[in-house]
């Protein structure tokens, strides 16, 4: 008994040295809260085991839409650093922790651009905080935009148009523009006028199936009817299609360019007028030298015209206005600086009632603007006289204030008069907007009208 007591101490005794000599493990796991990747030492090594201190490298990379919030140890927090080094000293738990932050994933599907507060959207924005968002969706020809926010339809263009939202984001939001091939029918009745579209004549009722946002471009003139009278267009009737609404308006020039936005139906206006007396060469005084001119006669008479006009030479016209007047339009080269008109004034009988007018054009787009002076021929008791109008070069400017357009008469003589020298008659400075756009006028260019009047006028332009 004593042996056997004897070897189990020794057995023991051997147990317990062979126990104590193995070193003691320290553990290390890694964890991940969120969405992202994690490195320890370069590797993606999540459990580390060791029988003495250590040190981890750590290196922590969101995905997309996502952000780094920090590193705890144990529970605690230890580093908002993404990239930090640990000492391990016992057994230790690490969390790499990240948050989800306001994200947009764009796409965009069609022809057309999405722009994001102006610019073009990215197809990830990220976001630190939650944030409104202005989108714009520009179609390109032929496609119309739609907008959708997480496969929900918020947008949806009723034209050929931008299509402008905003949208909050506060967490990852899937936005997608939509462009959708689109095509509108235009109808162009010409309505016996003159008519081309995109340079190719129209001469009855002509149907298009056109992309949206297509540039369509229409040109028309008179058609004579015969010596005394001719069919013209007074202007274009334009209807389109805006949804469920169609927009009526009406066009008050000859040519018309049209963009296709929507179901669209053009027609002319058309109107028998009297036939104008054709162009008259001729000339003005410019830097004291003679420079040619024409002069054309206003269109679309309602009246027949009564009267005549013909160049003297040496810069002198001489402009007879009848019972219904008559009125021309005289060329002027356009970098003028100061423009003299300087005459006589000769009643045909006495008792006659004159009216003129002398003015500058001063804007010849979807309107023909004109400024100048109606003297006040006959009404001083005399059969003649003389006159000498100034107009300066500032009264070209006028289109650059905004009231002008209000009311161009108070803002002419606010910012520009002109000077009458040399004359003994009133007069009144007037301004005036017409629809009738003549083709080939420019601003800076002169209209005379006279009737019941004879002009004999001097135009002299100074560079």
């Known amino acids: 008994m004593a042996a056997v007591a004897a070897l189990a101490a020794a057995l023991a005794w051997l147990l317990i040295v062979k126990t104590s000599s193995k070193p003691p493990q320290i553990l290390a796991s890694i964890e991940v809260e969120g969405h992202g990747t994690i490195l320890a030492n370069g590797t993606s090594k999540a459990f580390w085991n060791l029988t003495k201190p250590f040190k981890l490298n750590l290196e922590a990379k969101p995905e997309t839409c996502w952000a780094f919030k920090g590193w705890l140890v144990n529970g605690s927090l230890y580093s908002v650093e993404a990239s930090v080094a640990l000492l391990v000293k016992g057994n230790t738990t690490v969390r790499a922790v990240f948050a989800a932050k306001p994200c947009v994933l764009?796409?965009?599907?069609?022809?057309?651009?999405?722009?994001?507060?102006?610019?073009?959207?990215?197809?990830?924005?990220?976001?630190?905080?939650?944030?409104?968002?202005?989108?714009?969706?520009?179609?390109?020809?032929?496609?119309?935009?739609?907008?959708?926010?997480?496969?929900?339809?918020?947008?949806?263009?009723?034209?050929?148009?931008?299509?402008?939202?905003?949208?909050?984001?506060?967490?990852?939001?899937?936005?997608?523009?939509?462009?959708?091939?689109?095509y509108y029918w235009v109808s162009i009745d010409p309505k016996g006028v003159e008519a081309s579209v995109n340079g190719t004549p129209v001469k009855e009722l002509l149907q298009l199936r056109l992309p949206a946002g297509y540039t369509v471009e229409i040109s028309s003139s008179c058609k004579v009817l015969n010596e005394s009278h001719q069919l013209c267009p007074l202007g274009w009737r334009v209807s389109q299609k805006i949804g469920s609404v169609w927009l009526n308006r009406t066009a008050p020039y000859l040519n018309l360019t049209l963009t296709v936005v929507g179901d669209t139906l053009l027609a002319a206006n058309p109107g028998v007028t009297w036939r104008a007396p054709p162009p008259a060469k001729g000339g003005v005084i410019y830097n004291g030298t003679e420079v040619p001119s024409i002069a054309v006669h206003t269109m679309f008479l309602v009246f027949p015209p009564s009267g005549s006009?013909?160049?003297?030479?040496?810069?002198?016209?001489?402009?007879?206005?009848?019972?219904?007047?008559?009125?021309?339009?005289i060329s002027i080269p356009g970098n003028w600086s100061k423009l003299v008109i300087e005459g006589t004034w000769q009643l045909p009988y006495p008792g006659a009632l004159p009216d003129a007018d002398i003015s500058v054009v001063v804007e010849e787009r979807e309107y023909d603007y004109k400024c100048g002076v109606t003297p006040s021929f006959g009404r001083v008791g005399t059969m003649n006289g003389s006159f000498r109008v100034v107009f300066p070069r500032e009264i070209l400017d006028l289109p650059k204030y905004p009231d002008y357009y209000q009311d161009p008469a108070n803002a002419y003589e606010k910012y520009v008069w002109p000077k009458m020298e040399k004359f003994n008659v009133a007069f009144i400075a007037q301004a005036t907007r017409s629809r009738r756009v003549m083709p080939g006028v420019k601003a800076g260019d002169v209209f005379i009208y006279a009737h019941e009047v004879k002009l004999r006028v001097r135009i002299v332009a100074e560079p």
């Open 309 to 329: 006009y013909r160049y003297l030479g040496n810069g002198w016209w001489e402009i007879e206005g009848g019972s219904t007047g008559v009125g021309i339009y």
């Open 106 to 182: 764009f796409s965009v599907e069609g022809g057309g651009v999405l722009l994001v507060n102006g610019t073009p959207a990215p197809p990830i924005l990220e976001l630190e905080k939650p944030s409104l968002l202005a989108l714009e969706a520009k179609p390109a020809v032929g496609f119309t935009p739609q907008l959708h926010v997480n496969g929900t339809l918020v947008g949806k263009a009723e034209a050929w148009q931008p299509l402008e939202t905003l949208v909050r984001v506060g967490g990852t939001t899937n936005i997608t523009a939509r462009f959708v091939e689109t």
